[in-house]
């Protein structure tokens, strides 16, 4: 694999990769996440409310489909990133969003995670990839989808 995937690989998780659900809100889906990453021993209990202060002091849907919701601060236990994608857009600070990217990172700098940040909002920022990663239904394929942007 490339060292791209690489770097991205170890984001990223099986068991905090959904696809086509059914959301009908942010903080649903903030919640749902944040749940899930606190299953996984990624995050402390209260990482839903700093997620929800980081939204209320600047919304982190960007158009085009997608949103990067974080904590106001890292305060993650690992560095991770949960994949949300839903069957039908839902309005989120009044943009449409299909895709949600729960970055949950550790307190210090990381130079990785910066540039794998930084490809994939100028990736995303092309809404035809946002639509070839939405159909991705594995973790699998949707890395290979994400590596061959």
């Known amino acids: 694999p ?10 990223f998780d099986e068991q905090l990769f959904f696809t086509e659900m059914d959301f009908t809100s942010d ?3 903030i919640r749902f996440l944040c749940d899930r990453l606190m299953e996984q ?7 839903n409310d700093k ?3 980081r939204e209320r002091i600047a919304p982190t ?5 997608f949103a990067i919701p974080h904590p106001i601060e890292k305060c993650a236990f690992r ?10 857009p839902i309005v989120w600070q009044s943009k449409k969003v ?10 210090g700098h990381n130079r990785d995670f910066e540039d794998i940040f930084e490809q994939l909002v100028s990736l995303l920022n092309d809404v ?4 070839l990663l939405l159909r991705q239904t594995t973790l699998s394929g949707f890395l290979d989808t994400f590596s061959s942007l």
């Not at 060292?3 to 170890?10: A, D, E, H, T, V």
């Not at 849907?61 to 489909?65: D, Q, S, T």
């Not at 035809?128 to 639509?131: A, G, L, T």
């Open 79 to 88: 560095n991770a990133i949960a994949v949300c994608t839903l069957k039908h």
């Open 128 to 131: 035809s990839n946002v639509k």
């Open 41 to 47: 021993a990624a995050v402390m209990k209260n990482s």
């Open 51 to 53: 997620v929800i202060e």
């Open 2 to 11: 490339s060292k791209r995937l690489q770097q991205l690989g170890q984001f």
């Open 98 to 107: 299909r895709i949600i990217f729960l970055f949950s990172l550790c307190p």
């Open 27 to 29: 903080r649903d889906v």
């Open 61 to 65: 849907a960007y158009g085009n489909l």
